[in-house]
């Protein structure tokens, strides 16, 4: 699947204006609020027409303003999972689920059937209720069922975890990672949540006041994200587990990480989170220190940012973010190609 | 009871249910437009919509007389072209009933739609429902206690509608002799007192029933939609 997008849109003073194109897998659109990533979605959806561009999937044109063709909603054949589950109240669950079945002519999108996107999701146990008496995790669990049963060839899914608490998303982020792994349906995701792209994205677009900034694979794109929220993402596999003091080893390119212990099997892949402001630099092998995880790396480039700076290094062709004050960079005389040691403070673990 | 009367009553039950069965998918088609629709002029269709309930009843009756009359331009067409005859039938009565009540009808309707969240409508679209679908199965359910009680409402109108009814069709027993029109006959002849109270109980007992039919039906369908 790909999806090319090239569109340009005004909705009051807002502009929006965006170029990309994706890869299979789940692309994620990554942006702040206000950053025009559900209008986007929309667009693509078919909510919105834009006022220029186009939007192709797989060479299907949905949109072309110059050729005045516009594709309606109902005949895409891309679902949408909206932020606010919207499951029609008059319906049961399961009339929710078959309710885009019978619209879906047999198209050549993923084939999903009934019974395995129920036990996919978990929600066989709601089918005869009613999606008032749900809950927010078991409602929006419900709408990613009712868009795959149409059998989309394009899955959209505008923040979906957005409303939801932190039990509620940890409860949904490994369905939608089983989506994305066993469905086969590629996901066009919408988060301004780093935490959620690192963990499911495999391309990544950034947003910021509706211009494309940035497009690639989430190892290269993520650490240039959010300023605010900046941190680096790192592929790993579990090497070994230590029972002893309940910790995980884990191999990657950048070097070994002790983790306290995952459930994950030896061999299973890995993605690791780290936080620009959880990262350390020293100039000397740091000892007789407390951190368990030193990485050995090159500074590369040192954007500052007021008082503080972005420091991205390279670790033997990882990417590892660090957010140092002004005056620590100054002090150690930080600059591009000086070898350091990257003391990392904790990691968030998400498996892939 | 008198034959008369029980006549009455039989042919304002037919006139009142034909009127409200008939006008219900016009009623239905324009609240859909004047709560979804964007066009030029909808404010035009908003105001004819709503003419019935401002004018005086005799003035819309005699606009009925001269539009569907036996002369009137679009009588005289219906009737060469398809037989269909209004004035001074019992149709007659039914067509002023409709007309009269068809305000009613749609300004509830209307508001019952436009509480349906087109957020909804719009999940149902990129689920491959065609707009039509949409409306069927999404919009029109949604709303089913607002058309309820626009039907039960242009009912209600048409039992107790006078004014146009008997400047379009007159007042003629067994054909347009609606029970208020009967109502009102009996109360001008001497002796007619007692006749006019029993129509006027059996007018309240219909309209009260047609209340708590509504109250009852509007009850279930909120109960199916919470039950779990």
């Known amino acids: 699947m790909s999806l090319d997008v090239d569109i340009e849109h005004r909705h009051g003073t807002f502009r929006l204006s965006a170029r990309f194109v994706s890869q299979p897998g789940v692309t994620a659109l990554f942006g702040r609020s206000g950053s025009g990533k559900t209008t986007l979605v929309n667009i693509v959806g078919g909510l919105i027409r834009p006022e220029h561009g186009r939007v192709t999937v797989d060479g299907k044109v949905l949109v072309d303003t110059e050729r005045r063709l516009f594709v309606p909603k109902h005949r895409r054949c891309i679902g949408y999972v909206f932020q606010d589950s919207r499951l029609f109240p008059h319906l049961s669950v399961r009339q929710n689920l078959l309710y885009g079945r019978w619209f879906s002519h047999g198209n050549a999108g993923a084939v999903a059937d009934f019974g395995s996107v129920v036990d996919l999701l978990g929600i066989g146990p709601l089918l005869e209720r009613r999606p008032l008496s749900l809950s927010g995790g078991e409602k929006q669990r419900v709408a990613i069922g009712r868009a795959l049963l149409a059998h989309p060839r394009l899955l959209l899914m505008d923040e979906p975890l957005a409303s939801l608490d932190e039990a509620r998303r940890a409860e949904i982020l490994p369905y939608i990672e089983r989506l994305r792994d066993k469905a086969g349906v590629p996901i066009l995701y919408v988060s301004h949540s780093v935490a959620e792209v690192a963990r499911l994205a495999t391309t990544v677009v950034i947003l910021a006041d509706g211009k494309v900034t940035a497009v690639g694979p989430v190892l290269d794109i993520l650490p240039l994200a959010d300023a605010s929220d900046g941190g680096s993402v790192l592929d790993a596999v579990v090497a070994r587990h230590d029972e002893q003091f309940q910790l995980t080893i884990l191999a990657s390119v950048a070097g070994e990480l002790q983790v306290p212990r995952l459930s994950a099997p030896s061999g299973a892949p890995v993605r690791a989170y780290i936080r620009a402001r959880d990262v350390m630099l020293s100039l000397h092998p740091p ?19 007021g008082a503080q700076a972005d420091i991205r290094l390279d670790c033997n062709g990882a990417t590892l973010m660090a957010r140092l004050t002004a005056k620590s960079v100054q002090r150690l005389a930080l600059a591009p190609g000086r070898p350091v040691y990257a003391v990392i403070k904790s990691v968030s673990f998400e498996r892939s | 009871m008198t034959a008369e009367e029980w006549t009455a009553v039989r042919l304002s039950l037919l006139v009142a249910v034909t009127a409200t069965a008939a006008s219900l998918p016009l009623g239905v088609a324009a609240a859909w437009l004047l709560a979804r629709g964007r ?190």
């Open chain 1, 287 to 305: 000892q007789e220190i407390s951190a368990l995880n030193v990485l050995a790396g090159k500074v590369g480039q040192i954007t500052p940012a």
């Open chain 2, 39 to 228: 066009f030029w002029g909808k404010s035009l269709v908003d105001t004819v919509v709503h003419l019935p309930l401002i004018l005086p009843p005799v003035v819309t009756g005699y606009l009925l007389l001269i539009l569907f009359g036996k002369r009137g331009p679009i009588g005289e067409f219906l009737n060469d072209a398809f037989g269909i005859v209004f004035a001074f039938r019992w149709t007659g009565a039914a067509l002023a009933c409709a007309v009269m009540g068809f305000p009613l009808m749609v300004r509830a309707i209307r508001l019952s739609i436009e509480a349906v969240d087109t957020r909804l409508e719009s999940a149902a679209g990129t689920l491959g429902a065609h707009p039509f679908l949409v409306f069927a199965t999404i919009t029109l359910p949604l709303c089913l206690p607002g058309v309820i009680a626009g039907a039960i409402l242009c009912f209600a109108k048409s039992m107790g509608e006078f004014g146009a009814t008997i400047t379009f069709v007159s007042n003629i027993p067994g054909e347009t002799q609606t029970l208020p029109s009967a109502i009102y006959t009996l109360t001008q002849v001497p002796g007619g007192d007692a006749g006019a109270l029993r129509l006027t109980m059996i007018s309240v007992v219909i309209s009260m029933a047609a209340l708590l039919g509504s109250e009852l039906l509007a009850r279930r369908l909120g109960a199916r939609r919470v039950a779990t």
